[in-house]
């Protein structure tokens, strides 16, 4: 049976036309011949399986599985696996492709990927996780491998799927290949400074954007939406260097004090409590929509795609938006918030830092050789602030929003790499 793309969701933007649509202003702009233009549109492999699962009633469930190969241009590729009953094709490009532009901003050797399997984690077992994992493993057994393509956990995935794949992959080469997969437990050879990296990658970004805009970190106001990984890190760090941070929110809303939360606290709260916020003291609660309006200096999205839209753009008054999550600014509200003279640096750089550091993973497992987090984070710092000023000096020179002048360094770096490589 032929395969049918799912519609877009009502109300939301293809995640695929929101990403192409920022990727052919880049290009046009840098006056990408159509014919490099099309080889750079276009995944470069994409790979569909049926994965029957035994369930732990003995019924064979059947779960479709995706891997999108976005580019091996830049050296092989990279990029997470998600767990999620929304999983799609028409998402796992996006986000493949998304891989491609992220490693190449930050000049890390690698081309983008992503992978998917339709399932609901919350209502499987630890077992039934487990199979599908091994069982989607199996299956992109000619896919992955450490000079080929190389996974890493994404939603609905953890260090714990990443170990079952690692094995999956070893025991089917007889050797113990780590390199094969990033985002894997401490003990078998995941890197120091890897759970803090994306959120401390958004900090070193946030800094070096208010250094530009003349903002003193200690007298700067911010807000974070989400309080999961990236957001919770972010806040702690940003903490660290001095801002106030007056508001944190998750799925259970949001939380607001003047005077700045207690992000020690929070944490703490939400590791007691289910991993929610639900029932903080402490701060007024407010809702999400609030949370991203609020008067700050500095705003993270790190919550979730598609919160800051058209219908809300207008009324956002902060100086500076720092995307931790994926895709929160949907293409619609570019225009409104570039039109209002705030600075937005980009999810492909703001978020790097986690690529960055499951990079390092890889190096450290190939070397045989453990870094210190010291050394982990010295590194990891220098590539997001490099990578931040090479975007800030492009999009001073072409006079673009940072998003655009992003895209046209990672364009640049891919179409150029192509060239020299050259085709058929
Ligand atoms: P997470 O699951 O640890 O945390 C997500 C947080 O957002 C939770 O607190 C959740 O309650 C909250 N949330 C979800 N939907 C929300 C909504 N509509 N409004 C407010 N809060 C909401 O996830 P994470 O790893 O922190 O990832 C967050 C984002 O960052 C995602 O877009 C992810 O793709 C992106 N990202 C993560 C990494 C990483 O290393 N973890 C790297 C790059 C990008």
Known sequence: MAYIEPAPLKDKENPFEAMMSRFKVASEILGLEEEIYNVLKNPARQVIVSLPVTMDDG???VFEGYRVIHSTILGPSKGGIRFDPHVNLDEVKALAAWMTWKCAV?????????GGVTCNPREMSAGEIER???AYTQAMADVFGPDQDIPAPDMGTGPREMAWL?????RNKGMTTHAVVTGKPLVMGGSLGRTEATGRGVMVSAMAAMEKLKINPYKATC???GFGNVGSWAARLLHERGLLVQAVSDLSGAYYNEKGMDIEKAVKYRDANKGSLDGFEGAQKISNEELLTLPVDLLVPAATEDVITSSNA???KAKLIVEGANGPTSSRADNIINDKGIMVVPDILANAGG???SYFEWVQNRLGYKWTADRVNRRSDRIMKDAFNNVYKTSQEYKVPMRIAAYMVAIDKVSKT???RGGY
């Open 418 to 420: 192509y060239k020299f």
């Open 132 to 134: 599908l994992m091994r």
């Open 59 to 61: 019924s064979i469930k």
């Open 166 to 170: 690692m094995d999956q992959y070893s």
């Open 106 to 114: 930050v000049d890390i050797p690698y081309g983008g990927a992503k």
């Open 223 to 225: 807000a974070v939406q």
């Open 314 to 316: 207008s009324n956002i």
């Open 355 to 357: 690529v960055t550091v």
